[in-house]
């Protein structure tokens, strides 16, 4: 994808070409960066990205280390003994572990989108370009997949999957790929019959039959022509799925068969926070994981709302 | 139409096939052995542990424990629970609060959903619209389970307006969860009848409707809301199917005794048949969703035919 925007985009120091170079890529820029919808959503994700990446900048310490969570200050209120979101029944600090807790939300979100997309894209290429029997039999097994449901589907693999049991940074990325797996599996069918229907629209138009009829190889014809001609509808599918991944994770760590115990997640936060008696007594729990996870997924929400919007040519 | 009826339905076979073999495979691959917790904190008797294994078939290969299972399946035999009832008999029971649930959500996201849509796409980038576009990135953006906790919270224990769980099955206990299970599916619904409104609302054939003289109010309420109701049926139709998959978590948090809970359990307690069975009777209410909302879209839809 970045090959085509570079391709499309005219160096700045060529004015007089900039109106014959615009392709949909520019276009859609060009709609995008005017909305201020776009601007706040893009703040707003650097600002968690940054804390997933370096949550020492906001000055929240390790909830993990030892030491950390004092029994005696347990489910003091925001803004007593030092902790501005207050400490919860561990006496851990909510602060640093809501903090602590966007990078595995974070991960799991992007790293799902990524696998489903390309993954359904792939698919749904070579089925939309062979047809026929290949596209029959993959198109089945898409049917099975996106008839279960996303969290139902996701629950159930998670309980079969074998789960890592002590913390170390292997199984980190082990637990954090496990729930990966699980989402990925069952949101692939979407991208692929996005995929799959626009490679059918563009594959009898002209310029491909012109490529073909230049002697292009089958790979070429599709990974030159096809394939940046349909993206643009996959693309504004998984900017849009890439909150509900994230709420999904959330939701699945909250019944705890997602991240296990012993990584910080917002889930997680919130699932200790949520047996009726500690709602009763310490609210505060509930709430700033709760906020900060909402509005990561809002967040994600707005820039595929944009993204959609620019790339979706009927509304224009 | 019988004939694209009967080929939609003949499509359903492979792909329950293909359902049940893959939650087959998965709630085979699940760790923990089977008979693990059946005697307390006992080691089970060598004899029960090898007739438990032969009643359920546990030591033949997967395939022909899958067959035989596919099998009871078709002969409406889903197996018996550890606790003596058979799978049948609690989905007899549960089934219904489930779907009292999912129409209460149903109704929920219809009635209030196209209402809201319809306020706000009447006057596009207007004062309601911008109040109904902003609530509705709101309820998106806050998880099912989110939602819930802060319900009960809310309105069961500060307000006390509804009974915090719904154990009993009443009514008026399944309301608050009901709207909790819609409030996603309400949000989707709005922005559909808002968007396919404004779309309608600038087609010729409104413009037409006005030119020859019809008031406002028909040439809005008649012809235009017809058509862009269309696709808002085929979506609430649709997520009943979903709903009813989705209800698990609002389930387990206000303790209905759903379908839901049944599967849940099942997987807490390592209980193939209680996970298979019932997943597979709601890709089925899924798969006959789409296909009644297929059939109801030529019904109301001339335009669109079958066959």
Known sequence: ?316 | MGKFITRRLLQMIPVLIGTTLLLYFLAFAMPGDPTAGLCGDRQCPAQYVAQFRAEYHLDDPFFMQYLNYLNNLVHGNFGVLLNGHTVVQELAVRYPNTVKLAVIAVIFEAVVGMAAGILAGIRKGGFIDTLVTLFTLLLLSIPVFVIGSLAQLVFGIKLGWFPVTAGDGGLYSLLMPGLVLGALSLAYSTRLTRTSLVENLRADYVRTAKAKGLSNARAIGIHALRNSLLPVITYIGASFGGLMGGAIVTERLFNIQGIGLLIWNGILQKQRVAIVGPVTVLVLVFLLANLIVDVLYAVLDPRISHD
Not at chain 1, 181 to 209: D, T
Not at chain 1, 235 to 242: E, W
Request: charged share 15%; aromatic share 10%; net charge neutral.
């Open chain 1, 1 to 316: 994808m970045t090959e085509i925007v570079t391709a499309a985009t005219p160096r700045p120091d060529e004015p007089a070409s900039r109106e014959q170079a615009r392709s949909l890529w520019t276009d859609a820029w060009d709609i995008m960066r005017r909305r201020p919808i776009f601007w706040i959503a893009m703040v707003l994700i650097v600002v968690f990205v940054l804390m997933a990446v370096w949550p020492a900048l906001f000055r929240a310490d390790n909830p993990l280390l030892p030491n950390m969570c004092l029994l005696e200050r347990a489910r003091q209120a925001p803004g007593v003994g030092g902790s501005a979101f207050g400490f919860d029944s561990q006496g851990c600090s909510i602060y640093d572990q809501t903090i602590y807790g966007a990078r595995a939300s974070i991960l799991v979100g992007i790293i799902t989108t990524i696998v489903a997309s390309v993954f359904g894209a792939i698919l749904g290429t070579i089925a939309g370009y062979l047809e026929g029997w290949v596209d029959a039999v993959l198109s089945r097994i898409a049917d099975v997949f996106f008839a279960l449901p996303l969290l139902l589907g996701a629950i159930v693999i998670m309980t079969a999957l074998p789960t890592p049991s002590s913390p170390s940074t292997g199984n980190y990325w082990l637990s954090i790929f496990r729930v990966v797996l699980a989402m990925a599996l069952l949101g692939w069918p979407y991208p692929f019959r996005i995929m799959r229907s626009a490679v059918i629209q563009v594959k009898p138009n002209e310029y491909v039959l012109a490529a073909r009829a230049l002697g292009a190889s089958p790979l070429r014809m599709v990974t030159s022509h096809v394939v940046p001609n349909s993206l643009s509808p996959v693309i504004v599918v998984a900017t849009n799925d890439l909150g509900s991944y994230i709420a999904t994770e959330a939701t699945l760590s909250f019944l705890g068969v997602g991240l296990p115990s012993w990584i910080v997640s917002w889930g997680g936060s919130i699932s200790n926070a949520s047996s009726l008696g500690l709602i009763r007594q310490a609210p505060f729990m509930l709430l700033f994981p709760s906020l900060f996870l909402c509005l990561t997924i809002l967040s994600f929400i707005m820039l595929g709302e944009v993204v959609r919007d620019a790339l979706d040519p009927k509304l224009r």
